[in-house]
């Protein structure tokens, strides 16, 4: 009796993840962003394709570590092939910095328009194209009904969707399957050397649908998204001291 109540409470739980537009990775297509404990705070342990991401953004600083992080995860869901498309209010994007984070920037769309319901109607028909992986689209507000729109067109095509909230002072409810913060932090010197090390953030998932928010301190590398323990941090807190 117990096996059978619990199987049925599953089989629910899976039927609510789907009706809410959560589908688990198909057999293959599971990929891995070596975000490791992020992944394992959202349903299933895996990382949400399929789905709307909300990046929200309170300065420039905030906004450039956003691409940043955007980008690293481009540079998995594309590995395989396709194209991304890019819409833009502030034109700020440098293409060629792309290539830092393994994204050749010959495979993304760069459209640069005027108005937020620009960016939404380029949004929402980009969405729905099959043939694209990912839609990068940068906005100042979004509403939930604006937001439900495009959470649908993926349902339906399967492309991966990231907004980029330029004002971070109105944030209402949306349908985003999940809303970050990426703030930026100062990096690592590479071997004790001078200069600028590898790019580092602390990301903080505000919410997540039937997931679990965190905060974390990740790095980007040769080797992709490295997430740095509590106790190296802390480490390198006392060697600064």
Same mark, same amino acid.
């Given at each position: 009796?117990?096996?059978?109540?619990?199987?049925?409470?599953?089989?629910?739980?899976?039927?609510?993840?789907?009706?809410?537009?959560?589908?688990?990775?198909?057999?293959?297509?599971?990929?891995?962003? $070596?975000?490791?404990?992020?992944? +394992?705070?959202?349903?299933?342990? #895996?990382? *949400?394709? &399929?789905?709307?991401?909300?990046? %929200?953004?309170?300065?420039?600083?905030?906004?450039?570590?956003?691409?940043?992080?955007?980008?690293?995860?481009?540079?998995?869901?594309?590995?395989?092939?396709?194209?991304?498309?890019?819409?833009?209010?502030? $034109?700020?994007?440098?293409?060629? +910095?792309?290539?830092?984070?393994? #994204?050749? *920037?010959? &495979?993304?769309?760069?459209?640069? %328009?005027?108005?937020?319901?620009?960016?939404?109607?380029?949004?929402?028909?980009?969405?729905?194209?099959?043939?694209?992986?990912?839609?990068?689209?940068?906005?100042?507000?979004?509403?939930?009904?604006?937001?439900?729109?495009?959470?649908?067109?993926?349902?339906?095509?399967?492309?991966?969707?990231?907004?980029?909230?330029?004002?971070?002072?109105?944030?209402?409810?949306?349908?985003?399957?999940?809303?970050?913060?990426?703030?930026?932090?100062?990096?690592?010197?590479?071997?004790?050397?001078?200069?600028?090390?590898?790019?580092?953030?602390?990301?903080?998932?505000?919410?997540?649908?039937?997931?679990?928010?965190?905060?974390?301190?990740?790095?980007?590398?040769?080797?992709?998204?490295?997430?740095?323990?509590?106790?190296?941090?802390?480490?390198?807190?006392?060697?600064?001291?």
């Amino acid at each position: 009796m117990a096996d059978a109540k619990r199987e049925l409470i599953n089989s629910l739980q899976k039927n609510i993840l789907q009706w809410e537009g959560y589908k688990p990775a198909a057999l293959g297509e599971r990929k891995q962003f $070596g975000l490791k404990t992020i992944e +394992a705070n959202f349903p299933n342990g #895996v990382f *949400p394709m &399929r789905a709307v991401h909300e990046m %929200v953004c309170a300065n420039t600083e905030q906004a450039t570590a956003s691409s940043g992080f955007i980008s690293g995860l481009l540079s998995v869901l594309m590995q395989n092939g396709g194209a991304c498309l890019w819409i833009s209010l502030s $034109g700020n994007m440098y293409p060629v +910095a792309l290539k830092s984070f393994e #994204v050749e *920037p010959d &495979r993304i769309i760069f459209i640069q %328009v005027n108005k937020d319901k620009e960016v939404l109607w380029v949004m929402e028909e980009a969405l729905k194209c099959h043939g694209l992986i990912a839609v990068v689209g940068e906005l100042s507000e979004l509403d939930f009904k604006q937001s439900r729109r495009l959470q649908l067109a993926v349902e339906q095509s399967g492309v991966t969707g990231f907004i980029l909230r330029n004002r971070s002072n109105k944030m209402g409810a949306t349908a985003c399957a999940a809303r970050w913060q990426i703030k930026p932090l100062a990096s690592e010197p590479i071997d004790g050397l001078p200069g600028l090390g590898f790019p580092r953030w602390q990301v903080e998932l505000l919410r997540v649908r039937n997931g679990k928010p965190g905060n974390w301190v990740i790095e980007w590398s040769d080797s992709g998204f490295t997430p740095i323990e509590k106790n190296i941090l802390e480490q390198q807190i006392q060697n600064v001291g």
